[in-house]
C-alpha cells in the first residue's frame, strides 16, 4: 500500500502542527525538480486545507488520535496521504453554498476547503467512513502535463 | 509560528498589516484582532496581505467574517495584495468578486476616498 | 514511553532524507521560545550525525527498514529520539583517534560525530543491540540551564 | 537539496565557494568536485565556506580528505570561514589547530603569499 520510499509524518491532532505538514510536504515536493514552485505552493495550501479538516474532525470526537501524512514521489507524480481517526463524513453530500455574486454568500465564512482542494491539485480522492477519512492527493509532473496528460 | 498584526492609521483608515502564515494555528489571533478593531469603532479597515507567506481557506474565514461584521456598522473592508500565489485563492473560491482587492495600501485610501 | 504530544517522522534509511529530519526538528524547536537560535543549530548539527549514522548503520545490513526520528516538547526540556534497525554498535569501545596536533590525525576523515554529538547537546544516550540503536537528544531549556542547572 | 560549489581563480589559488548544505548527502559531489580539482593539478586551494548553511561531520570529513590530499602533493588548502556556528565544529573537534581559517578570501591569498 505504502511505497517504502514514502515519507511519513504523524502529528498530533492539533492546530500547531499543521505547519509541520506543509514544510514536510513542500521539502519533499521542492526536491521533485519536475514540479514547479507555484504547483509546490498549491500543494502546500491542498495540504493545509486537508490537515485542517483532519484535525477538526479528530476535536469533534475529543481524541487523542493522531494525523498520519504520507508522502512520497513516484517516477511520474508525487501523491500525499492525509490520514485522520475523526469523525468521518460523506464528501457527496455537502452542502452548497450560494454562488458569490449572491449577498447572502457572506453567511458562509467556511466551506472553502474541499473546493480548494479540487482546483489546486491534478488528482483527488476521499475515503471517508466511521473509521475516520484519508484523503489522496496527486501532483503529477508538469513533463507529464505538457505532453497527454494522461493519468498513471 | 509567527504572525505579525501591525496596526497604523492612513486617511481615515484603519490599516491591519498581516505578516507570516494564516493557518487553522495563527487565524484565530487574526480574527481576534479584526473584531477588537470593529469594536473600538474602527469602521473603514484596509487589511494589507502583502507580507503573508501563506494563506489557506481559514484565512478566506477571517476575512469574510470580518467583512460582514463591517457591512452590518455600514462600514468597509478592503484588502490590499500583489502576490500571485495568495490571489489565485480569491480567484478559485470566488472571493475577488466579494472583496475590493488593490495594488497598495495607497491605491486603497485613493480609490475609496 | 513516546509522549502523546511527540511528532514522528519516518524516513527511508537515504542520504537524501536527513535533510528532512534536521527541517522537522529545528521547526519543532525553533517553535520552543526557550531554546536560542544557536542551540537549534547545535541540535541541528546532533540529529544530522545521529542520522546520518542510522542510515549508514543500514546500509551495511542493504536491508530497507526505515529511520524514526520522535521529538517532543517537555515543560523544560525538548527530546528527540533517532531509531534506527541496522547493525548496532558498542558506543563504549569506539575507536580513539590521535590528538589534533599530531599529523597522525589527518588519517581520520571519520568518527567526528558522536563527539560532536556529545559536545552540542545538554544530553546524550545510546541504547544499542543487534536489533539497532536508539539515540537520545535532550536539549534544556535555557531558563532551566541559567537557573541551578538540575536534570529534570 | 541544492549545493553551489563555485570555482574561480586568484592569485595563483583556485577558490572552490561552496553554498547550502554540506551533509551525508551532499558531501559526495563536494568531495569529488575537490578532487577534480587536485587531479587537474590545482594544488593551492581555498575554499570558502561563507555561503555554507549547514556543515556537519560528514562536510570536515571532506575537509581533511583534501587537506590531506593537498599535503601529500606539497599543495595548500586554505579555508574561509566567519560564521559562528560552522566554526564552532571545528572548534569542537579541534581542527581549528589542523586548518588555516581566514576571514576573507583576499585575507587567505595575502596571507598565503
Ligand atoms: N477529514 C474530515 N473528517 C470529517 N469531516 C470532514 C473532513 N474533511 C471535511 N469534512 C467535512 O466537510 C466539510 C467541508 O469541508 P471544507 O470544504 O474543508 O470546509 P470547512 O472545513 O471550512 O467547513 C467540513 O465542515 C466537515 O464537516
Ligand atoms: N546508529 C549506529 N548504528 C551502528 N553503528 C553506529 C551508529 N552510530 C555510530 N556507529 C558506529 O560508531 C562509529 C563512530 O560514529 P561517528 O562518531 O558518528 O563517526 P563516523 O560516523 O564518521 O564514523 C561509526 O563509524 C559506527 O561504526
Redesign the interface.
Given at each position: 500500500m505504502i511505497d517504502?520510499?514514502?515519507?511519513?509524518?504523524?502529528?498530533?491532532a492539533?492546530?500547531?502542527?499543521?505547519?509541520?505538514a506543509?514544510?514536510?510536504v513542500s521539502?519533499?515536493a521542492s526536491?521533485e525538480t519536475q514540479l514547479s514552485d507555484?504547483r509546490v505552493?498549491?500543494l502546500?495550501?491542498a495540504v493545509?486545507?486537508a490537515c485542517?479538516n483532519a484535525?477538526?474532525a479528530h476535536d469533534a470526537l475529543e481524541t487523542?488520535e493522531?494525523v498520519l501524512v504520507q508522502c512520497w514521489a513516484d517516477d511520474d507524480h508525487l501523491e500525499v496521504r492525509i490520514e485522520d481517526r475523526g469523525t468521518g463524513f460523506d464528501v457527496s453530500n455537502l452542502p452548497e453554498h450560494p454562488?458569490?455574486?449572491d449577498p447572502e454568500?457572506?453567511?458562509?465564512?467556511?466551506g472553502?476547503?474541499i473546493?480548494?482542494i479540487r482546483?489546486?491539485v491534478d488528482e483527488v480522492e476521499f475515503a471517508s467512513s466511521g473509521e475516520g477519512t484519508a484523503v489522496r492527493l496527486v501532483m503529477r509532473h508538469d513533463e507529464e502535463l505538457d505532453g497527454n496528460g494522461l493519468r498513471p | 509560528m509567527d504572525l505579525g498584526l501591525d496596526v497604523s492609521e492612513r486617511n481615515g483608515y484603519t490599516v491591519l498589516a498581516v505578516r507570516g502564515e494564516v493557518d487553522v494555528y495563527t487565524a484565530p489571533r487574526f480574527r481576534e484582532r479584526l473584531i477588537e478593531l470593529v469594536s473600538e469603532g474602527k469602521h473603514r479597515i484596509i487589511i494589507d496581505l502583502e507580507g503573508v507567506d501563506f494563506l489557506d481557506s481559514t484565512g478566506l474565514g477571517v476575512l469574510v467574517g470580518g467583512l460582514k461584521r463591517l457591512r452590518s456598522h455600514d462600514g468597509d473592508l478592503l484588502l490590499v495584495c500583489t502576490q500571485s500565489r495568495i490571489l489565485k485563492v480569491f480567484e478559485i473560491t470566488g472571493l475577488t468578486k466579494v472583496f475590493s482587492i488593490y495594488d497598495s495600501v495607497d491605491d486603497a485610501v485613493g480609490a475609496a476616498s
Open positions: 517504502e520510499r514514502a515519507v511519513q509524518l504523524e502529528i498530533p492539533g492546530a500547531e502542527f499543521v505547519a509541520l506543509r514544510l514536510v521539502a519533499m526536491a507555484d505552493d498549491d502546500k495550501i493545509s486545507e485542517t484535525i477538526e487523542d493522531r454562488p458569490v455574486t454568500r457572506l453567511k458562509f465564512e467556511r472553502l476547503g473546493p480548494l482546483a489546486l | -
